[in-house]
């Protein structure tokens, strides 16, 4: 087992107990305590845990995180017409018969209901939401991905997913993201689910994130991707635009819907 495969064992064992010791992942994973103590002084520099004498456990910061992830039926009611707004301009760039794939989540549902009128789609996903959204267009083809259920997201993540995705090739991607940070790009609140999204980069050849205003400024569990791996960002006039010429300077585009305007319209 490599190191990243370990330390994302580490993590998923953090998640799940909020402590671990070195002697116990040194039987674990076999290897030495050197080794072990070696991952752990990684995961305090990604801020994921605090070393104390014997092991580490999970810091507060990444538990209140996890805590405040709201299920997405819920998501989908904040910040709506920013979201709404970002939706309408991704769906935009997507043209008749094309291939797409969409990431599960409350943006990339937004910019599902604006796929009805394009024909002849093809639409790989994740999310179940997004899938029956999608399926309001009668002209698409809808492909969704095996794996295991996430139900406050409602995506699918794990191996199987991966395993499909890599025998796709689309047009262009579609993600959301929980943060976004100048150190550490576009950052994930789930495990499994950047992997996902890893693959689903992988799968496309424009790659575009979604992100409200909220998300800026903002690190998450686990980074999926740099601002090297994307082509465009769409967000809305909400967001700092000195932080978002600090994202152009990467080589990303940078796409900025109007909603200050409509959001004082009303009130």
């Not at 094309?98 to 790989?124: F, Y």
């Not at 492909?143 to 191996?159: A, I, Q």
Request: aromatic share 6%; with cysteine; charged share 25%.
């Amino acid at each position: 087992m490599i190191a990243v495969q370990r330390r994302n064992k580490i993590k998923e064992m953090l998640l799940q107990e909020h402590s671990v010791k070195v002697a116990d992942l040194v039987k674990e994973f076999r290897v030495s305590e050197e080794t072990i103590r070696r991952d752990l002084q990684q995961l305090e520099k990604e801020g994921m845990v605090q070393k104390n004498y014997g092991g580490a456990i999970l810091t507060d910061d990444y538990q209140q995180s996890l805590a405040s992830v709201l299920p997405v039926q819920q998501r989908k009611f904040q910040y709506y017409e920013e979201k709404e707004a970002i939706g309408k301009l991704a769906a935009s760039l997507v043209g008749e018969g094309q291939i797409v794939v969409l990431d599960s989540g409350s943006t990339t549902w937004c910019m599902a209901r604006h796929l009805k009128e394009i024909p002849n789609l093809v639409l790989v996903t994740n999310g179940m939401n997004v899938a029956e959204e999608c399926s309001q267009n009668e002209a698409a083809s809808i492909f969704v991905l095996g794996g295991k259920l996430v139900t406050k997201s409602m995506s699918l993540v794990g191996p199987q997913a991966v395993g499909e995705l890599n025998t796709y090739s689309a047009h262009s991607t579609f993600l959301g993201t929980s943060g976004i940070a100048l150190g550490k790009g576009f950052t994930s609140s789930d495990l499994y689910e950047a992997e996902v999204k890893r693959a689903m980069i992988k799968a496309g050849s424009r790659i575009v994130i979604l992100a409200d205003h909220s998300k800026f400024e903002r690190q998450a569990l686990v980074s999926f991707a740099g601002f090297q791996d994307v082509d465009a960002l769409i967000t809305s006039d909400l967001t700092d635009p000195g932080l978002l010429r600090e994202i152009e300077a990467f080589g990303v585009q940078v796409m900025v819907c109007p909603v200050k305007g409509k959001l004082k319209e009303s009130l």
